[in-house]
């Protein structure tokens, strides 16, 4: 089985194309928690509140990292989608660190963003515009044939 992490942006549904393209595939897939309130806020949830906003935000990431380093840590491979409307710094980081524990990279943007994106996509195996081509990706490493 092919174990594949999401990471990156959560404000469209890239995921679920990928999950849907992929259905008879021998995959696995897994992410980071993608409601936005719960990922901000997991950290004083569990931990205790804060009333500094850099502290509460400070305990989220770390929780969050915990999961993010477990997921792509077990990934076969890491797609890293980076979105129009948002910044998203932390799926450079996902990555960047995918790419240092030598996981295939698949990264996934548009044009628009090739110019201030090119050291994250010099540090991957592929890089996509469409979640289609990510399936494609996935369809040719599990069975070696092309599309059509």
């Known amino acids: 089985m092919l174990k594949v992490y999401l990471s990156g942006e959560i404000h469209t ?8 393209g992929a259905e008879g595939l021998d995959v696995a897939f897994s992410s980071p928690v993608t409601d936005h309130a719960a990922s901000d806020d997991c950290g004083v949830a569990i931990l205790g509140a804060e009333p500094n906003k850099y502290w509460h935000d400070h305990k989220g990431a770390m929780v969050n990292a915990i999961r993010t380093r477990k ?23 996902d990555a960047g660190y995918a790419a240092a524990l030598g996981k295939s990279v698949i990264v996934l943007h548009g044009p628009d963003h ?35």
Not at 13 to 20: L, N, V
Not at 80 to 93: C, E, S, T
């Open 13 to 20: 549904d890239w995921r679920e194309q990928i999950i849907a």
């Open 114 to 148: 090739q110019h201030a994106l090119k050291e994250v996509d010099a540090a991957a195996l592929a890089v996509a515009e469409e979640p289609r081509q990510v399936v494609e990706i996935l369809k040719y490493v599990l069975t070696g044939q092309l599309p059509g």
């Open 71 to 93: 997921g792509i840590s077990d990934a076969d491979i890491v797609v890293v989608r980076f979105g129009d409307k948002y910044k998203q710094w932390n799926a450079a980081f």
